[in-house]
């Protein structure tokens, strides 16, 4: 939930023109306290998973975490793109 919360959130920031720098600071405020339930999904791997197999489980979680940078940094690039053709 809380990844399609922050991804909707971003996309309000990218792609609404005009926004007061009051409202920005709130939606930065939200993405903050949004994106911070992600740690959460590394104590869950840890509860649920046998002792013997905690490290590798945590290790997955974080390289599925890690590679999203790989798949999001050259969507913003491109929706930063298509934000200025417009404006």
Request: hydrophobic share 55%; net charge negative; charged share 5%.
């Given at each position: ?6 991804t ?8 609404q ?71």
């Open positions: 939930i809380g990844a399609f919360l922050a909707f959130n971003i996309l309000i920031i990218i792609l023109p005009e926004l007061s720098f009051s409202f920005l600071l709130f939606l930065f405020f939200l993405l903050g306290f949004i994106t911070s339930s992600q740690i959460i999904s590394y104590a869950k791997v840890a509860e649920i998973n046998l002792t013997e197999i905690t490290a590798s489980a945590t290790s997955v979680i974080s390289f599925c975490a890690i590679s999203g940078y790989a798949i999001f940094q050259p969507l913003f690039g491109i929706l930063t793109h298509l934000k200025q053709s417009y404006s």
